[in-house]
């Protein structure tokens, strides 16, 4: 079949007779962070380097939804379907209100600043738990500089309600992209620390989640290549589909190599959108793609 690459049979009961990658938009200069909303089926990504963010929708087609973004990366909506974001130029997780206005939910570990924020998820019982990696630092074009102060780059869980921040994963170079699996029992981080030294594997790890609240027992769940893993989702099979330098590549729970979704352009993130939750948005370089599949993402809202 043109445009995959089929490793195990699995794979083709994720394809749709007509499933075949489309390219939705284009003219951004690095994307990032897709967050869909079903309320108008639209989606929202980063443009990192315009220091925008960019909206799609069939009805509407493209435009620019906010600009300056302060950097914008990652996003994901919480469960009253609040936008959350990560901002590179803020160095925060920020939510965006009802009105309008954003609210800094997180800017400070143990009294100094986070490095810059890069992707985030939220747990079913509404904690939100976020990388920082310091690229809104050390690239120029993706954030406000600044010195890094935290001695290390941290997988972080915050409690709304109270506030409070605890790193439970420190033994990571580079944290990027990170996800859940469907029972939330395990996070799944890549580790993009190969960016800036090559002898940093370029893997996915997996992490048990003890009590909904710690991490324990860091093991590689899939070394990736070409390229970096960036950001990622998982289906309702617990399928991991994470972003590579050639396409976004398919891994069952015990991380076989299912195949791939051939994409024209470096993959940075993908997310699960549609009525159904049964399409595939991609943000590849310049480009969002899209592709129907026959299969569920299991993020909410
Ligand atoms: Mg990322």
């Not at 399928?239 to 015990?254: I, M």
């Amino acid at each position: 079949m043109d445009g995959f690459q089929i490793y195990d049979e699995r794979f083709r009961a994720l394809l749709r007779p007509g499933s075949q990658l489309v390219q939705l938009a284009t003219g951004g200069t690095w994307t990032e962070g897709p967050v869909y909303f079903h309320e108008d089926d639209s989606i929202l990504w980063s443009d990192i380097p315009g220091n925008r963010l960019l909206r799609y929708s069939e009805r509407d087609g493209l435009s620019e939804y906010l600009k300056p973004s302060h950097f914008h990366n990652g996003h994901y909506r919480d469960l009253q379907g609040r936008l959350i974001a990560c901002s590179h130029g803020k160095r925060c997780v920020e939510r965006l209100e009802p009105d309008g206005t954003w609210t800094t939910l997180a800017d400070k570990y143990l009294g100094k600043l986070l490095n810059s924020p890069n992707d985030v998820v939220v747990k079913s019982d509404g904690t939100i738990w976020f990388t920082d990696p310091p690229y809104g630092l050390i690239q120029p074009n993706e954030g406000y500089g600044g010195e890094q102060e935290q001695d290390g780059c941290y997988v972080y869980r915050l409690e709304t309600e109270t506030g409070e921040l605890d790193a439970v994963i420190t033994d990571m170079v580079k944290p990027n992209g990170l996800a859940f699996s469907p029972d939330e029992r395990i996070l799944y981080v890549s580790e993009t620390g190969a960016s800036h030294d090559k002898t940093v594997p370029s893997e996915i790890r997996a992490y048990d989640v003890v009590d909904g609240r710690r991490c324990t027992n860091g093991r590689t769940f899939a070394l990736i290549e070409p390229g970096l893993p960036d950001g990622f989702r998982l289906d309702m099979h617990g399928y991991l589909f994470t972003s590579a330098g050639d396409s976004v590549q398919v891994y069952d729970p015990n991380g076989v190599w299912l195949g791939k979704i051939l994409v024209p352009e470096t993959v940075s993130n993908l997310t699960f959108g549609g009525p159904d939750k049964s399409r595939l948005y991609i943000t590849a370089t310049t480009s969002l793609y899209a592709i129907e599949l026959a299969t569920q993402g299991i993020q909410t809202p």
